[in-house]
């Protein structure tokens, strides 16, 4: 009976020390600060930004036509018959329902547009995240934008990061 105490002790003890010696390693990086860092995201935003002017342009040349018909009717209202009043007021519906059309559109096809540059930088650091956490023996890597807490014992891994991607 004291042998098997014993050996239950001696195991209790192994098996404790063994799981106490095992340490976890934890990273955080504030993954917004570094997509803000990256080389390639200032070509993405000019493209979206030249995307999204086009868009405003056309958008714009839309409402002034938009603008122009309204003035004109208004001037010619009272001067046109029932049919082409009517005529007129739907044209200008119409032209009022494609403007809508095409903000939503435009707001879809920017949104689109948006997805499309910036998913391959959004890869590409993530991909580095990864190698730097494998690189490190990090089980978890936390981004810092939706944590509640974090402890000194986490190790922040974007300078690390950074010199993965070759940025200064």
Do not use: W
Request: zero cysteines; proline letters at 2%.
């Amino acid at each position: 009976m004291r042998n098997i105490l014993k050996v239950i002790v001696l195991f209790v003890a192994l098996f404790a020390g063994s799981a106490s010696a095992q340490t976890y390693k934890f990273g955080h990086i504030d993954f917004n600060q570094l997509l803000q860092v990256m080389p390639e995201r200032d070509a993405a935003q000019k493209a979206m930004q030249k995307h999204a002017s086009e868009l405003e342009s056309q958008l714009t040349t839309m409402q002034k036509e938009y603008q122009t018909k309204v003035q004109a009717y208004i001037a010619q209202r009272d001067s046109l018959s029932e049919a082409v009043r009517s005529a007129k007021e739907n044209d200008l519906q119409d032209l009022q329902q494609r403007i809508q059309n095409f903000q939503s559109v435009a707001q879809q096809d920017l949104q689109k547009k948006q997805e499309e540059q910036f998913q391959p930088i959004v890869k590409k650091a993530r991909a580095a995240v990864a190698e730097v956490a494998k690189e490190e023996g990090l089980i978890y890597v936390f981004d810092v934008n939706n944590l509640l807490y974090h402890s000194t014992q986490s190790e922040d891994i974007l300078p690390l990061v950074k010199k993965k991607l070759g940025i200064q």
